[in-house]
């Protein structure tokens, strides 16, 4: 519930229609979690509606919050740059590819989406807004994320493991010293 990992916001309906499920971690390995994280935060934090979806209001307020308001016809042009499935409004997937095209260096530098990118605070990648000098280095670089990611997930479970082998520990020794108390 707490993660983007494996759940959808703003894809598909809850009855199922035959689509398959969004997973930001799965089809976004350029981002780290925490990035990731950091993304979904701020859709939901626009999502005024609470629908999944950013719609042309919603991303009017939230260009005016990151102080690059945009006209109307601008803000067309911003979500009809990303919107897959043509419905006028962002999905967090189109949102997503959003932070990817300025990764890649594939917004122009007056675009509305460059502006939201640059503005909201998430470092996209340590390379950045600059992008990526062409695809072959983009894609070394999404392998290296991906990796990343692992390790993230393996440094996680490491942590948990430790944990628990500390409560198994502190339990241990006070059945011990309980027991001294016993007899």
């Known amino acids: 519930p707490g993660s983007p990992a494996g759940r959808a916001v703003g894809e598909g309906s809850p009855g199922g229609s035959g689509r398959r499920v969004f997973s930001p ?8 979690r925490r990035q990731l994280r950091d993304m979904e935060r701020l859709f939901r ?14 991303l009017k307020l939230m260009m005016e919050k990151l102080g690059a ?37 594939e917004l122009q530098e007056d675009s509305g989406l ?3 990118a640059r503005l909201s605070e998430i470092d996209v990648s340590t390379e950045g807004v600059k992008g990526a000098k062409n695809f072959f280095e983009a894609k070394a670089q999404a392998i290296n994320e991906a990796s990343r990611f692992e390790e993230e997930i393996k440094a996680e479970q490491e942590e948990k493991k430790k944990q628990a082998e500390e409560l198994k520990q502190r339990k241990a020794a006070f059945k011990e010293l309980q027991s001294t108390f016993t007899q």
């Open 25 to 32: 971690a799965g089809e976004f390995r350029e981002f780290s």
């Open 45 to 58: 934090q626009y999502d005024a509606g609470k629908d999944g979806f950013i719609d042309l209001m919603e």
């Open 69 to 105: 308001p945009q006209t109307h016809l601008g803000l067309k042009n911003m979500i009809k740059e990303v919107d897959e499935d043509l419905d006028s409004k962002l999905s967090f997937r189109e949102f997503l590819l959003i932070f990817r095209k300025a990764a890649a260096g």
């Open 114 to 116: 460059h502006a939201l």
